[in-house]
């Protein structure tokens, strides 16, 4: 298997860093939508975030990636209790453009129907991105009857397939990472607003930081496991960070002040449903729980405010700006931050 770049590594790209920790902190967040420059390392962030958590325990044999604690019915019969478990990196699963329907949520296994006359379900990605991440390069150029699929799935965290005689409900619950460059055309915003958090990346503009990514990507390629070792302090102190959170996280209070200003923000930039404001609250107990704080506060919220609502706001002719600047403008003039 090829090395991963290791995640603490990357060069700048805060946002998209700091996205992708929360939603590997708190799944619930509902995925994360990359949007910007070929080449700026959106697929290597997430494959370093996932390459970063530690090893998953399964149930030897599951095709579901099946949790041992988990009670849920398993399609594949690895439900039993006292079956050996087994280790696996937490999976990492590429969809590709063009996948049908079939090859994400799995269907009748054509194969063993013909050769053996039985009727049996092939998993699909979802199966096996179960407890990982799927992540999906130019997601804006997936069909869109695809996208609302995974994002329905990624929400339930449940995976029903009924057709062919066929109904099978497996868990399915992943960190879904889609990118994209938005000038090969843009999500549909009813699509996009169901995305938990949106960052922009832009490929450096600092000439120092341009040297040391390329610094950093040649000495990788040249000796991946030299380069891995020189890092291996701080991926250890980031995978102690998203362990702690993860079990810090409902610990972490959100005070009814935080939860007004979160109202009062989406309010003043008119955002449709509430969806904008779980999202602020769940980001910012992530970042707090991150930072091993015992509540998360309107500094949290203000750090979050921008992935969480700019791919939320309707479009205003008689506003030039960025939504990223939209926001910015509203978290200074609402939280006053």
Excluded at 44 to 71: E, F, H, M
Excluded at 241 to 252: H, N
């Amino acid at each position: 298997m090829r090395a991963a770049f290791p995640f603490s590594a990357i060069v700048g790209q805060d946002d998209m860093k700091l996205a992708l920790l929360i939603a590997a902190v708190d799944r619930s967040i509902g995925g994360v939508m990359v949007f910007g420059d070929r080449g700026t390392g959106k697929s290597t962030a997430a494959r370093a975030l996932a390459a970063l958590l530690p090893a998953i325990k399964v149930k030897a044999g599951c095709r579901y990636n099946c949790d041992p604690q988990s009670t849920m019915p398993c399609p594949g019969g690895c439900t039993p209790t006292g079956m050996k478990t087994a280790s696996m990196p937490v999976p990492f699963v590429d969809l590709p453009l063009g996948a049908t329907e079939d090859r994400v949520t799995g269907a009748l296994d054509i194969e063993r129907a013909l050769t053996r006359g039985e009727k049996a379900f092939e998993p699909g990605l979802l199966a096996r991105a179960h407890r990982g991440f799927l992540y999906i390069d130019e997601v804006n150029l997936l069909e869109d009857h695809i996208v609302d699929l995974l994002l329905d799935v990624a929400t339930s965290g449940e995976n029903l397939v009924e057709r062919e005689g066929l109904s099978v409900r497996h868990a399915a619950r992943f960190v879904l990472v889609g990118s994209g460059n938005p000038e090969e055309g843009e999500l549909r915003p009813q699509l996009l607003d169901r995305f938990g958090l949106s960052v922009e990346v832009r490929t450096p503009s600092n000439l120092e930081d341009r040297v040391e990514v390329i610094r950093r990507v040649d000495a990788f390629g040249r000796d991946p496991a030299a380069f891995i070792a020189q890092w291996q302090e701080s991926e250890v102190a980031t995978r102690k960070s998203i362990d702690r959170a993860r079990k810090a996280l409902d610990k972490v209070d959100v005070p009814d002040a935080t939860l007004e200003a979160a109202s009062r923000l989406c309010m003043a930039l008119g955002t449709d449903g509430l969806r904008g404001e779980l999202t602020l609250m769940r980001a910012a107990r992530a970042v707090a729980a991150l930072e091993r704080r015992k509540s998360a506060s309107i500094k949290h919220l203000a750090r979050v405010a921008p992935m969480a609502l700019r791919h939320r706001l309707r479009r205003n002719p008689l506003d030039d700006t960025g939504s990223t600047v939209r926001v910015e403008r509203a978290v200074d003039d609402v939280l006053g931050q």
